[in-house]
């Protein structure tokens, strides 16, 4: 009996010993890592099924795309969200009126350095948003002469008879255009600039616009959309490719010459055919009417930075200088 019992023991230690090395296999097998939508705390080992969040993007007239520009990053995904952000239906207009600002400088040109630079960027830092600025550098070291950007200044400087510059012109809806060139005190400067902006920004709203940008190797697409707010005749859209943070020599007649950050550099237009660098958006309109478009830009050479690229889409109500209702700024992605 003994020794039946001695071989009962040795078989139970071989067996308790056996199962001590089998406990690697026993771990909980699952997703590690934190950040996934499924990770399980509890698991010991990385199974490779973790799975993380999506981007859904805004569809608010439920056709299954979305706004590629309202976007969240969500695991699950949320009512109203789409996985498809190429809808230009879905972008949201907001019923704002904005002044737009067409300023032609130069980078040879002193008083542009002394007064002009510094009153545009007083209109960009001080209303944001509610100014869309197109700048246009006349035939310098940033825009060669027979570049789009001084032909499109060239029409609103012929439109009043300038041959000056610094000069700026500010346009909105229901708002005669003003014009105003820069050689005083800079307080007197941006209290002029103050002035104008304001008048545009107090006139009454006729059409809104939004737009979304995105780039593709040298190629922009731009999707707009416009809302009438009351019944209108014709109207023209201009598509403009921006550059910011264009760095160029300045002269200034109050300044030794100094390599300065050019902003909301005017570089291209969609439409080409003609020096506003715009086209039609239809005969007449209805209060309340959407108007949806798409568009393309090649990026020219003279572009320094891609990664600096804007796009300003423009609302005339009349194919000339002082035309121009409202417009919207949108960085390109």
């Known amino acids: 009996m003994k020794k039946i019992k001695l071989m009962f023991s040795a078989v139970a230690v071989l067996a308790v010993s056996m199962q001590s ?3 690697d296999d026993d771990k909980v097998k699952g997703c590690t890592d934190a950040s996934a939508c499924n990770f399980d705390s509890t698991a010991g080992e990385d199974d490779g099924t973790c799975t993380f969040a999506t981007t859904w993007y805004q569809d608010l007239d ?25 809808d230009p239906a879905d972008l949201v207009v907001v019923a704002k009126q904005r002044s737009v600002v067409t300023y032609v400088g130069a980078t040879w040109c002193p008083p542009c350095g002394a007064y002009g630079e510094p009153t545009k ?20 070291a940033i825009s060669s002469s027979s570049a789009f950007g001084p032909g499109f200044g060239n029409v609103f400087q012929s439109f009043v008879g300038s041959t000056g510059i610094p000069h700026c012109y500010w346009s909105a809806a229901n708002h005669t255009m003003t014009h105003d060139g820069y050689y005083s005190s800079q307080p007197y400067n941006n209290s002029e600039a103050d002035s104008h902006v304001n008048a545009c920004l107090g006139s009454t709203l006729e059409v809104g616009v ?12 731009v999707n707009t959309m416009a809302e009438f707010y009351a019944a209108a005749g014709q109207h023209y859209i201009g598509v403009y490719l921006l550059e910011d943070g264009v760095m160029a020599s300045q ?20 439409n080409s055919s003609n020096s506003l660098g715009n086209e039609t958006m239809g005969t007449s309109f209805t209060a309340n009417q959407t108007v949806s478009g ?9 572009v320094v930075n891609s990664a600096n690229l804007q796009v300003a889409v423009v609302i005339y109500k009349a194919n000339q200088a002082d035309g121009i209702s409202n417009a919207v700024i949108v960085d390109v992605n």
Request: aromatic content about 4%.
């Open 251 to 270: 002269q200034s007649s109050i300044a030794a010459t100094a390599v300065t950050s050019h902003e909301n550099v005017i570089r291209a237009a969609a």
């Open 121 to 140: 960027e007083h209109m960009e830092t001080t209303y944001g948003s509610d100014v869309v600025i197109l700048n246009v550098q006349s035939g310098d």
């Open 21 to 23: 090395c089998s406990k």
């Open 294 to 302: 798409n568009y393309t830009i090649t990026v020219p050479s003279s």
């Open 210 to 221: 939004a737009a979304e940008a995105t780039i593709d190797g040298s190629v922009v697409s």
């Open 62 to 86: 439920g056709d299954g795309l979305g706004n590629g520009a309202v976007s969240v990053s969500n695991c699950d995904q949320p009512t109203g969200y789409v996985s498809n952000g190429s």
